[in-house]
């Protein structure tokens, strides 16, 4: 069935075609929408895409980044100053896929997929979201609870504070084919540290839940303590909790519970 | 519904289409322009067969809106002998038997040209990163890592 496709030159005029029509998706880097057209989604009957320049703008100058929602993987590796979100952007799809894919598209990949806005999640990102009537910031955990209820919204940005220290953000995804393959989990801490107490610290988990979560129950246990085998001994115990894998060809909701704790254990001890 | 006019440049030749609405870049190449060499394989963005250059950089063609390419420049593996002879990817492809069936080929094909593009010496490392995103069922990848390994040295083994 042919697709009707606007391409708009403003975002507030592209963000009001996509919450005026239940059938219309936005285009981004056609990883997901394309797929979902090859696949015979008949769900989507019109295609909105936006040519405003600010969709694609990478700020990383200052202590505040912020990524245009058409920013690819392949910008974000070829950025320096990005260098501690290139383990997450690499982990995405083979060249083609990161040349294609955006960050905002990322934010609604359903698992396997989806690795770099656990990233964000664990670096409490905000979603800058053009509606119908105005423009939003989200919290992206919040963004991601709705995320069903976000499509006929205009993700335009997504925007976090740089990490205090390199050390400060780590990152781990567990795939069976290596280089390339949808995840069995994904994680991202950020563990800012004032003195030797870690202050304000994020867990999220990809593949845990059908949208990526904050395993806070691992976050209270690493909460004002220092990062010592007795408080990463905690975390890695608490890091099921609240977690509801689902069974996929990757692995199995049983296997995804058992080695998470054992994952977010070694990702917090340094260990490869 | 109307179609929709595209123009855009096809292996350096510059070509003139009409697309329905939501038609994938691949359709329009094999469909509307007779280009058969991008293949298609999962319509997924999965196996990679169907990989083309757009604007020199490595893109999945089932994956890309058709009107997205307009003015732009599109390469297939159609593009890259010269006259009647072979790329030198394609010669050590097939000194190396980096194709069996044959069907992963095109976008093996592609995804070297793009490396060497820009690394004309690459490393073991990078040509299995450049080919991450492309399956192949047959070779088990050794006879295609060495292929692109070799047309990189300009046909000199490489250790």
């Known amino acids: ?272 | 519904m109307a179609k929709t006019p595209l123009q855009f440049s096809h292996n350096g030749r510059d070509v003139a289409i009409f697309v329905d609405g939501g038609t994938n870049l691949l359709v329009a190449l094999r469909e509307l322009i007779g280009d058969m060499t991008p293949k298609f394989g999962c319509g997924q963005g999965g196996c990679g067969t169907c990989s083309v250059l757009i604007d020199g950089e490595l893109h999945l063609s089932c994956l890309t809106l058709a009107e997205t390419v307009a003015g732009r420049s599109v390469e297939t593996l159609d593009g890259i002998k010269d006259g009647p002879n072979l790329h030198p990817l394609q010669r050590a492809f097939a000194d190396n038997f980096a194709a069996q069936c044959g069907y992963c080929t095109p976008g093996m094909l592609m995804a070297a040209k793009a490396l060497l593009d820009r690394n004309p010496q690459p490393s073991r490392a990078e040509v299995v990163e450049a080919i991450s995103g492309n399956i192949c069922r047959c070779t088990g990848y050794e006879p295609i890592i060495n292929a692109v390994l070799a047309a990189a040295s300009g046909g000199r083994a490489r250790a």
């Open chain 1, 1 to 272: 069935m042919p697709i009707t496709v606007k391409t708009f030159t403003s975002t507030q005029d592209a963000a009001a075609a996509l919450s005026s029509d239940r059938s219309a998706r936005y285009l981004g880097g056609g990883t997901l929408v394309m797929r979902a057209l090859n696949e015979g989604d008949i769900s989507i009957s019109t295609v909105v895409r936006a040519s405003d320049q600010a969709m694609t703008r990478i700020d990383a100058s200052g202590s505040r980044i912020t990524l245009g929602a058409g920013v690819t993987f392949a910008r974000i590796l070829a950025e320096r100053d990005l260098g501690f979100l290139h383990a997450p952007a690499r982990s995405i799809g083979g060249p083609a896929v990161r040349n294609m894919g955006t960050v905002g598209g990322n934010l609604f990949a359903p698992v396997p997929y989806g690795d770099f806005t656990v990233a964000m999640l664990a670096l409490d990102a905000v979603v800058s979201v053009q509606g119908g009537l105005g423009g939003r910031e989200i919290p992206i955990d919040e963004f991601l609870q709705s995320r069903d209820r976000q499509t006929g919204a205009l993700v335009l940005a997504i925007s976090f504070a740089k990490p205090g220290s390199p050390e400060a953000f780590r990152y781990r995804k567990i795939a069976r084919i290596k280089p390339k393959g949808g995840a069995v989990i994904t994680l991202a801490v950020h563990l800012p540290v004032n003195g030797s107490r870690i202050v304000g610290a994020r867990v999220a988990l990809g593949s845990m839940a059908p949208t990526p979560i904050r395993a806070r129950a691992a976050e209270r246990a690493l909460e004002g303590r220092a990062l010592d085998a007795s408080t990463i001994g905690a975390a890695a115990a608490a890091a099921v909790d609240g977690t509801s894998p689902g069974d996929n060809a990757l692995a199995s909701a049983w296997y995804r519970r058992e080695i998470v704790g054992v994952h977010l254990r070694r990702l917090l001890s340094g260990q490869e």
